[in-house]
């Protein structure tokens, strides 16, 4: 596993548990508004010269068997790292629980760890519409691996959830309408704001330009998909 970074406590990553998060570094997406381009890009982190080792998480979970539920294993994207499987189930047989925070490219990895009962819970990234993905994952990438991923979550997973960062024009009313119609009646949907004024990926993309949405902006866009789901909450 390339870990590009280590946050030892977290109490919002991982719904309703106390956790460690673990960072992959890679990712095959492009998104300019991704908040952690080094760990994207595949460097080390800022100030670092070597990536974390699996042993060093090894040993801190093994001393903090009292204090933590789970851990969290986020990006970068995590099923792009050769050893995922092998890291999971270390971390099972420690007794704790395991999420995955995924862009849902690879659903055959996903389907792997399902059947192995590797993960407790999932949460996936879902960028845009179908049509729209080439923007965040190149021109070839095949959108039917996202509608594979969703599939797959919603009918194996043991928790679970879907989530949009809402930056124009990646995200609109139409857009967020057909991202309901994607997982309509699942059981938690969350629309989240893009921070401003951090290190992007591709801060050029928004010089400029007025790509964030206003607080009523976003209201506006959870009445659009909240009737196609269960439970629609803003983050």
Known sequence: ??????????????????????????????????????LAAGKFP???????????????????????????????EPTLQKDLENFCLKI???????????????????????????VDFIAMDIKTNLKGYGLV??????????????????????????????VKPLIDKDVIKDIGKMIQGTSHYVIQQCSQNIRMLNPDFFKGKDLFFSDDEILDLKSEVENYV??????
């Not at 300019?32 to 381009?37: A, M, Q, S, V």
């Not at 903090?64 to 789970?70: A, M, N, P, Q, S």
């Not at 990438?141 to 797959?152: N, T």
């Not at 269960?230 to 983050?235: G, M, V």
């Open 137 to 166: 994952a190149g021109m070839n990438f095949k959108s039917e691996l996202i509608s594979e991923s969703i599939e797959l979550i919603r009918k194996n997973a043991p928790g679970y959830e879907f989530r949009t960062t809402c």
């Open 230 to 235: 269960k439970n629609c909450s803003i983050r």
């Open 92 to 118: 099972k047989s420690m007794g704790y629980q395991v999420k995955l925070d995924t862009n849902g490219s690879n659903p055959q990895i996903l389907e792997d760890l399902f059947q192995k009962k590797f």
């Open 46 to 76: 800022d100030g670092e010269n070597a990536f974390i080792s699996e042993q060093e998480i090894h040993s801190f979970l093994g001393k903090r068997k009292k204090l933590l539920d789970g851990v969290v294993i986020s990006g970068g």
């Open 1 to 38: 596993m390339k870990i590009g970074g280590f946050q030892k406590t977290s109490m919002i990553d991982f719904p309703g548990l106390v956790s460690c998060v673990v960072f992959t570094s890679g990712c095959n997406f492009i998104c300019p508004y991704c908040h952690n381009p080094d």
